[in-house]
Nanobody
Framework: QVQLVESGGGLVQPGGSLRLACKAS????????VGWFRQDPGKEREWVLCMSSGGRSTYYADSVKGRFTISGDNAKNTVYLQMTSLKAEDAGTYYCATLPRPHSARDLCTGGRIGAWGQGTQVTVSS
């Protein structure tokens, strides 16, 4: 089964940008629906965005629409979460997750189904 490792978290100022990476091993990430989730201490995990396999469609949470994007590098078997115009409420631990085909991006983001996910990487937004 696919295994995922997130990286790229750190400290960033409000209004700044940060790029997170999710590197896969054991399978080809491009064959999977891929999503990003985040969680602050004491809060429930929330979905950020999910992309269908092959990048045919992407669903964004209203809170990040227009500021966050997802992209992939097949040669590196890695997907990225590019975050811009960061706000204090964007802080938290970010997790990458996947579902195999034929599950949809909505199955992952709002359907409560997870096939695999990583250990998370922490994002801190502070001046």
């Amino acid at each position: 089964q696919v295994q995922l490792v997130e990286s790229g978290g750190g400290l960033v100022q409000p209004g700044g940008s940060l790029r997170l990476a999710c590197k896969a091993s054991g399978d080809t990430l491009g064959d999977y629906t891929v999503g990003w989730f985040r969680q602050d201490p004491g809060k429930e995990r929330e979905w950020v965005l999910c992309m269908s396999s092959g990048g045919r469609s992407t669903y964004y949470a209203d809170s990040v629409k227009g500021r966050f994007t997802i992209s992939g590098d097949n040669a590196k078997n890695t997907v990225y979460l590019q975050m811009t115009s960061l706000k204090a409420e964007d802080a938290g631990t970010y997790y990458c997750a996947t579902l195999p085909r034929p599950h949809s991006a909505r199955d992952l983001c709002t359907g409560g189904r997870i096939g695999a996910w990583g250990q998370g990487t922490q994002v801190t937004v502070s001046s």
